[in-house]
């Protein structure tokens, strides 16, 4: 990065609503995050995460992330790419390339109910019947194999007695737009300041 501009890539999927990239860009046009540029890539220019962006007046790039993500991080000097609801696993090549500059957030507290197919209720679902006592979400590297990067950071919250699934996952949600702009400032004062190397 060399203390050129810091420059982050919000990379969502087809389907989500966009509110973890919505935290993200509120956040960084806020003051809250200190990058002197934000852009969105979508798969689809019609996605609601996409559409929402636009109307936050965020530029968003129309591109096939397992494709085409890594030339874009080149050509556009990308410093950190964020995952918000994007579920595909990224190419290895991806991954090795960009080791400890792409991170994720998962709706649990890791390493207990991730993995592939843990995604979305099925998450609160597991953390319900397991009885677990507490639940949160994790900010974390993003490796070859699914929830196994390093965590960044975990927020908790109690699960309490006549949670639902769905109640819990609307009081993590709140917690994962508290923790991804945080990861995020966590991120730049570790990697992303002049002379520091972003990779472990």
């Not at 080791?99 to 890791?110: G, T, V």
């Amino acid at each position: 990065m060399g203390g050129k501009e810091l420059r982050i890539a919000i990379v969502v999927g087809t389907r989500g609503r966009g509110s973890n990239m919505a935290a993200i860009v509120d956040a960084w046009k806020g003051g809250n995050i200190p990058a002197d540029e934000v852009t969105v890539v979508a798969p689809s220019a019609e996605s609601p995460a996409a559409q929402l962006a636009r109307e936050k007046g965020v530029s968003v790039r129309v591109l096939d992330p397992q494709t085409e993500l890594l030339r874009f991080v080149e050509d556009e000097r990308i410093d950190l790419i964020c995952l918000a609801g994007y579920m595909k696993k990224l190419p290895a090549d991806v991954v090795s390339a960009l080791r400890c500059r792409i991170i994720n957030i998962h709706p649990a507290l890791l390493p207990k109910h991730g993995g592939q197919g843990m995604y979305g209720m099925r998450v609160h679902e597991s953390v319900l019947s397991s009885g677990d006592r507490e639940s949160g979400c994790t900010v974390h590297f993003v490796t070859e194999e699914y929830d196994e990067g390093d965590p960044l950071l975990q927020l908790r919250c109690e699960v309490r007695g006549d949670d639902t699934p769905e109640t819990l996952a609307a009081r993590v949600l709140e917690l994962e737009h508290q923790a991804y702009p945080e990861a995020i400032r966590i991120w730049i004062q570790r990697y992303g300041q002049p002379g520091r190397n972003a990779s472990l």
